[in-house]
Each structure stands twice: as C-alpha cells, then as structure tokens.
C-alpha cells in the first residue's frame, strides 16, 4: 500500500513563505498525479493544487493561484508546495494525496493520503 509522508509545516507571519514536500513511497503506471489539499478548522477540505507525475501539468485553486507553485521531482519521488505571500487564511492542515480516479481537485477522487502537516499564518 502506496505510503505518503508531509514535511515543511509550521507558522510564519502574514507575507512569508513555507515549503511543504510530499515523499511518494512508489510510483506506477497509474499512479499519474499528486494533489495537495488543505482543511481548516470547521471547514470542508479543499483542493489546492495538484500535478501530473508524467507530464507536469498543474492545476490552482483560484485563491492560491500566483502565491503557491506545485513541483515535483520523479528521481526522488516528492512533489512540493512552494507557498508565498501567506496569508491567515492559509492556516490549515495540508494533506497530500495520490491514487485519483480523475486528477482534479477533487478530495473525493483521492484514495490515499498522507498524515497532514499543520500550517499557521499570523496576522
């Protein structure tokens, strides 16, 4: 069973950057993106962005688009959230996750996650 593990979390004041990695413990052949996805506290989990493994095309959700970037690097089998310009807003965990029947934004779509790693954004 695919294993995902998060690192990178932790807080910064509004305007700063963090960079949260997501270590895949397997690629295959139909194992073809990874999204992150982040939830706060009372809310729904939401997509955030996510990548194709093969040919590297990405998707933003509009509220972090321009500020986070998405990556991945196949040797070392981990994608990575760049996130800049924080906002208190961003304050979530983020989970990554793989295993998609469409690879959207969807959490519904995802069947395997990792444990979430906590992000606080001070005002």
């Known amino acids: 069973q695919v294993q995902l593990v998060e690192s990178g979390g932790g807080s910064v004041q509004a305007g700063g950057s963090l960079r949260l990695s997501c270590t895949v413990s397997?690629?295959?052949?139909?194992?073809?993106?990874v999204a992150w996805f982040r939830q706060a506290p009372g809310k729904e989990r939401e997509g955030v962005a996510v990548?194709?493994?093969?040919?590297?095309?990405?998707i933003y959700a509009d509220s972090v688009k321009f500020r986070f970037t998405i990556s991945r690097d196949n040797a070392k089998r981990t994608v990575s959230l760049q996130m800049n310009s924080l906002k208190p807003e961003d304050t979530a965990i983020y989970y990554c996750?793989?295993?998609?029947?469409?690879?959207?934004?969807?959490?519904?779509?995802?069947?395997?996650w990792g444990q979430g790693t906590q992000v606080t954004v001070s005002s």
């Open positions: 996750a793989t295993d998609a029947r469409f690879c959207g934004l969807g959490p519904r779509d995802y069947n395997a």
């Open positions: 397997e690629y295959t052949a139909r194992r073809t993106c």
């Open positions: 990548i194709g493994l093969y040919d590297g095309g990405t």
